[in-house]
């Protein structure tokens, strides 16, 4: 990122200007693998599993507000990265398997429950979105297993993460509307939308995905809270 102000926000073999989004993402990734790394123990090997989620949560999250999109060939590969870490650190760091179990269902959980609102409204809820659920159910789950011992608080966790990020998401969604309103319309907007086909701004696309991975933030950083205001 310094590298990119120092050459002018110009690629250094190319000489291609950069897009401005890049080096916010790039800064917010070095904020939160600081953030995370601040919150564990120092020399703690199951902070590897919330780094792999700050990655691609930035990578999916910038995505998703470009082209409301949620890539399977970002998705996927997450998941089963994920999972395979867990895998290895549930047997050989935390010694007790069952804490993949609870994660694996708490990602199932997670989706199943999305999809129900796909399948009822898909204009509302995208199908990425359903299988982004399956990522971040599974680091919602595998919190609550690795640091609490407890299914319950797994799943507890994971519905917390759900109602963290459907309340970020209404947030953000009235910002965006309200600059869209009163600042410029164009603001995100969906590349499938007509450009000259005027859509209502109550009817107007923001995108899901970043919020949703937000409450999983919150609930990674900060169990202990969302627990609080879990039922």
């Not at 399948?119 to 609550?144: C, E, I, R, S, Y």
């Not at 965006?176 to 450009?195: G, K, S």
């Not at 696309?205 to 205001?229: F, K, N, Q, S």
Request: hydrophobic residues 55%; contains cysteine; charged residues 15%.
């Amino acid at each position: 990122m310094l590298t990119r102000f120092r050459l002018g926000g110009s690629c250094r073999g190319c000489g291609v200007s950069v897009t401005g989004g890049d080096p916010i993402a790039e800064a917010v990734t070095a904020v939160l693998f600081v953030w995370v790394v601040l919150r564990y123990d120092q020399g703690d090997t199951l902070v590897v599993i919330p780094l792999i989620l700050v990655v691609a949560g930035v990578a999916l999250s910038v995505t998703d507000l470009r082209a409301y999109r949620l890539p399977d060939r970002l998705v996927f590969p997450t998941f089963w990265l994920s999972l395979v870490a867990m895998a290895v650190l549930s047997i050989l760091e935390l010694e007790r398997p069952v804490a993949l179990l609870a994660a694996v269902g708490s990602a199932v959980g997670y989706s199943l429950f999305l999809f129900v609102f796909h399948v009822l409204k898909p204009a509302a809820m995208g199908f990425g979105d359903v299988k982004l659920a399956l990522v971040l159910g599974l680091h919602t789950g595998w919190v609550g297993t690795a640091f609490f011992d407890d299914t319950r608080t797994a799943f507890r966790l994971t519905f917390g993460a759900l109602l963290a990020g459907m309340f970020v998401f209404l947030a953000f969604s009235l910002v965006v509307t309200a600059l869209r309103r009163f600042v410029r319309a164009d603001i995100l907007p969906d590349p499938l939308e007509d450009p000259d086909e005027a859509t209502p701004l109550h009817r107007a696309a923001v995108p899901l995905g970043p919020g949703l991975i937000v409450g999983t933030w919150m609930v990674v950083l900060y169990p202990d809270a969302v627990l609080a205001m879990a039922p």
